[in-house]
């Protein structure tokens, strides 16, 4: 079955760095759109950040852009969240997020991280 697993996330301070990770299992990784979702406390969950299956396209929020970078490694079937220049807005738990690339296109997500920035 599909498992998304997260890990990497924790407490720093505004201006600090985290990485976050997505092991996947389950599935044929290499074949699948990944991204990363947030949800802050008493917000909705955004988008943060989306790969394609080869890492030869991104997209980003316009909010982390120029200080998140998504990226894959195919070969160890994870996804990356590097973030740079936290801010305190950028506290929410942050979701791995895949879906079949045929239908029904049923998406899947991992369990989440909890990302807290703050002095």
């Known amino acids: 079955q599909v498992q998304l697993v997260e890990s990497g996330g924790g407490l720093v301070q505004p201006g600090g760095s985290l990485r976050l990770s997505c092991a996947a299992s389950?599935?044929?990784?290499?074949?699948?759109?990944m991204a990363w979702y947030r949800q802050a406390p008493g917000k909705e969950r955004e988008l943060v950040a989306y790969?394609?299956?080869?890492?030869?396209?991104?997209n980003y929020i316009d909010s982390v852009k120029g200080r998140f970078t998504i990226s894959r490694d195919n070969a160890k079937n994870t996804v990356y969240l590097q973030m740079n220049s936290l801010k305190r807005d950028d506290t929410a738990v942050y979701s791995c997020?895949?879906?079949?690339?045929?239908?029904?296109?049923?998406?899947?997500w991992g369990q989440g991280t909890r990302v807290t920035v703050s002095s």
């Open positions: 997020w895949t879906a079949q690339p045929y239908p029904p296109y049923q998406g899947y």
């Open positions: 389950g599935f044929t990784f290499s074949s699948h759109n």
């Open positions: 790969i394609s299956p080869t890492g030869g396209s991104t």
